[in-house]
């Protein structure tokens, strides 16, 4: 069985590609990754078998920007919460003590302004945020002012003046832990946090969010994803308030599925025959 | 007055001689017996358009936690039963999809602006058509007959008054002239829909799921169907529950209160 197996197409993190699996499939010509990020794979060890990778970096970053965009309305006005309290067997809710903030002319940092950073950044737009990014490149002014967004050169910078702050970078080794204890602590204490990158980016979300040192988080993804069931996690990130986790939404509609699936199904059969692949990536 | 009470009726009334004014938290006026008020020569006043665009987020938000299935995903990630996510667990667009808004006055036409930084295809039924201006800023379609936008429409959102027209405008037959996929929103007040008729829809399929932010009555019984459906989402009435929004309109109710105990021009007065 194993001789037979030519490409592997990856869904999400698993399988695990290790040596073990890659010497057990000695005619294995490609592996096909769903999604974009590559984080998860050691490229350098795939080449050395080589296999070639691919991913599939189409179009789903509207659907991307709609979940991040889903999570700072859920995070801001306590949406999960307040269903919590709508369906409760008990009575003990006073509806005029449940206060959330308002997003309509807050404050938007966006930390990565790639395809989805930008989509983000039009649908804040609709609401009336201030928007802020940083990247690695400026925007062009017209992409900049068509969204009124400000560059901020330095990532700290205006971290004080924000009240909804987005990390939206791919994962590399520059932007493992963006956003830690420091990048918090210079956060407004009325602040959101949200997440959609590689979940290694947040460092003790736990302690900032128990000791009010940001008001809320909402994390797209984790790592490991699902956060294990450890029981000092489960008491502290796992049974918080004021933090949303969804298990990497971004994603997940037919659509989107259906084109990551497409496009892997492409790069799989370009591989097998020879021809130059459409998303190939390299280790670098 | 805030969430409805005190119930002002004839016996309040009767006890309270010295009573001018009766100042309402948000926009609503449904609750008030304007007629009855009038009659002991008492004023009342809302807080009509502070209260709108954090109502039109709210929208938004029920609008995309229920397509995203925000809730269910939560009660995934930490659930002490899960061990992984399943890849065919999966929820629907909202960008490009069709948005249909019943009832365009402030709050409705709030949440078009926002829709359409999502490029959705907004239609709308209203009493009166909005102008052509107005209809192009946010590439809104006039549905004349609401059949029309519900056969349409991929989310349906309810943002009118409650009035003796709009009481249970949303029954049987509108939900069956949904698309089984579409998801109904309601951010107005319960009795726009016939509650008995959307348990109804939801458990059989009729439509896919609704997301609530007013029932009726509120909060709802804890035996009532509503709360078990996994495909709905409610939230307990927090349109406008801010810490701003709820600031500025106890500040618009004391300068409703403060003019009308010294006979001035009342401002959003409700006649």
Redesign the interface.
Known sequence: MSKKVQAIYL??H?SVIDQELLQSLPNLKVIANSGVGMDHLDLKLVASFGVKVANAPCDVS??T???E???L??S?????E??H???S?G?E?C??D????????ATLRINGMGSIGYKIA???????MNILYHNRTWRKEQEEQAVGATYCKKIDSLLQKADFVMVVVSLTPLTDELIGKREMELMKPAATLINISGGTIQNCPATALQTGVIRAAALEV?YP???P?LPSL?ITL?KLENI??????SI??????YMITEEAAENILAALNGLPIPSEVLPS | M??HKPVINEDMLQSLPNLKIVASSGVGIDHLDLNLLSSYGVKASNTPFVVS??T???G???M??S?????E??Q???S?D????P?D????????ATLGIVGMGTIGYKVA???????MKILYHNRNRRNKEEESAVGAIYCKKIDDLLQQSDFVLLSVNLTPETHKLIGKRELELMKPTATLINISRGLVVDQDALVEALQNKVIKAAALDVTYPE??P?DHPL?KLKNV??????GS??????RLMMENMTESIQAGLTGLPVPNEVL
């Open positions: 869904w999400w698993k509207g659907s920007a709609d979940t965009v889903a999570l309305l859920a801001a006005r306590r949406l999960v307040g269903y309290v709508a369906i067997s009575m809710y509806e005029a449940f206060l959330g903030v308002e997003v309509t002319g039009l649908r804040a737009k609709a609401f009336e984790t994803e699902p956060l069931r489960l796992l949303i986790i969804t298990p990497h939404l997940k509609t037919g659509k989107a599925t | 805030w969430y665009t954090d039109a987020d709210l938004m938000a029920l995309l936690a397509s995203r299935r925000l809730v995903g939560y995934m990630a930490v002490c899960t061990e992984y996510f890849a667990w999966l929820g629907t667009e909202v960008s490009g602006e926002r829709a359409k930084g999502f490029e909060p709802l804890r709360l989402i409610i939230t307990p009435h927090i529950a801010t810490k701003k929004t709820r």
